[in-house]
C-alpha cells in the first residue's frame, strides 16, 4: 500500500516552533520531489515550500527564513522545521509526492496534519 503520513502538528503559541514529518510508506521519497501544502478554512490551498529530488528546495513568500525543509533519505522521511510561527500559519498542512518535480503534477497525497498558532 502507497501511502504517505504526515506528523507532528499541534497547537503552538506565536512565536513557537513546530517539526512536521512526512514518512512514506510502500516507496522511497528519495525518487520523489516533496512539497508541503497548506489550507486554512475559506481559503485555498497554498504551495509552502518544496525539496527536488537532488535536494533543492523552494518556499513561499509568507515563509521564507521561518521554514525549512529537509530529507532524510535514510528515515524516507521528509521534514518541514517551523520557526517564529505567526497565528496565519494556521492550516491544515499536506504533503504531496511529485515523481517529475516540484511544479508537476502530484501523485500522492498525505492525508494532512492540523496546525493552530493561538496564544
Known amino acids: 500500500q502507497l501511502q504517505l503520513v504526515e506528523s507532528g502538528g499541534g497547537l503552538v503559541q506565536p512565536g513557537g516552533s513546530l517539526r512536521l514529518s512526512c514518512t512514506a510508506s510502500?516507496?522511497?521519497?528519495?525518487?520523489?520531489?516533496i512539497r508541503w501544502f497548506r489550507q486554512a478554512p475559506g481559503k485555498e490551498r497554498e504551495g509552502v515550500s518544496c525539496?527536488?529530488?537532488?535536494?533543492?528546495?523552494y518556499y513561499a513568500d509568507s515563509v521564507k527564513g521561518r521554514f525549512t525543509i529537509s530529507r532524510d533519505n535514510a528515515k524516507n522521511t521528509v521534514y518541514l522545521q517551523m520557526n517564529s510561527l505567526k497565528p496565519e500559519d494556521t492550516a491544515i498542512y499536506y504533503c504531496?509526492?511529485?515523481?517529475?518535480?516540484?511544479?508537476?503534477?502530484?501523485?500522492?497525497w498525505g492525508q494532512g496534519t492540523q496546525v493552530t498558532v493561538s496564544s
Open positions: 504531496a509526492a511529485k515523481a517529475r518535480g516540484c511544479d508537476q503534477p502530484v501523485n500522492y
Open positions: 510502500g516507496f522511497t521519497l528519495d525518487s520523489y520531489a
Open positions: 525539496i527536488s529530488r537532488s535536494g533543492t528546495t
